[in-house]
């Protein structure tokens, strides 16, 4: 699954959303390897299903559960499926999300619900479903994925950003009220990492001029991140030995933090 693969997360059940493709998949790739035992939720059967054998063939041990976040629902029936499963869940990657790419005039009320549904009520929703087992473990791990456009801004993704800005402070705050209980809780917001939908985003002209070229160019460590990149700061964040660690907002960015732009 990984060169970097180790024990350090054996006996713990994690639940990954959005892990059939991207910066999800990267995520529960590595918690696999590390040892856990993972549930891959994604609204895309087959993207999940195709992780959790990668994870099998591997010799780590996954279930594929298809999802839609912005469904309490489905979102409580995949928690149970999981828990019968493997026992209960004590981390938590919520990975799942959907971008948005349009002028702030040309936005719906549904476009806008869409993205907020999907990105913070679907964090919310997931968290809501896993906290009480954490609670009952004295234990758990949440990190969410927001974005660097949260911190920032950016042109075109006023709802995106707004959706994930959210989460940021969502994560915040949900770190003080856990903190008692052995819980930690912190935020990845990625900088340009280099997945099908960004790859997508460069084909269609969205990265500004220049394109792929010269995102690189304006990033201090000179390449695209990978969903490994993410992967790793993920998996430390769910180790024992980040139990001091909370509430942070933990960029992985390749230096891009020094400005506001994503692109």
């Known amino acids: 699954m990984t060169a970097a693969a180790s024990d350090s997360l054996a006996g713990k059940v994690a639940i990954v959303t959005g892990g059939g493709s991207g910066i999800g998949r990267g995520c529960a790739l590595r918690l696999a390897a590390d040892g856990a035992k993972v549930g891959i939720f994604d609204l895309s059967d087959a993207n999940a299903k195709a992780v959790a054998e990668e994870i099998r063939a591997a010799g780590g041990e996954a279930h594929a559960v298809t999802v839609d976040v912005s469904s309490r629902e489905q979102i409580d029936r995949g928690v149970a499926e999981i828990k019968s499963l493997f026992g209960p869940a004590t981390i938590l ?10 002028r702030f005039l040309d936005i719906t009320a549904e476009q806008w619900q869409s993205l907020i549904d999907i990105n913070l009520t679907g964090t919310f929703h997931s968290c809501q479903a896993v906290v009480p087992d954490m609670i009952e473990a004295g234990w758990g791990r949440i990190v969410t994925i927001s974005s660097s456009s949260a911190q920032g801004g950016q042109p075109l993704m006023t709802h995106y950003s707004a959706s994930k800005g959210g989460v940021i402070t969502f994560t915040k705050s949900l770190a003080l009220e856990l903190g008692e209980h052995g819980i930690t809780v912190n935020t990845i917001p990625p900088g340009f990492i280099i997945t099908p939908m960004t790859e997508r985003n ?3 002209g969205r990265l500004g001029p220049g394109g792929l070229d010269a995102v690189i160019a ?5 390449r695209g991140g990978q969903s490994e990149d993410i992967a790793a700061a993920c998996a430390f964040l769910c180790r024992d030995e980040a139990s001091y660690v909370t509430g942070q907002i933990i960029g992985v960015n390749g230096g891009r933090n020094t400005t506001s732009a994503v692109f």
């Open 218 to 222: 304006r990033t201090p460590v000179r």
């Open 93 to 102: 990657v919520t990975s799942a999300g959907k971008e948005g790419f349009r």
């Open 202 to 204: 460069a084909a269609k």
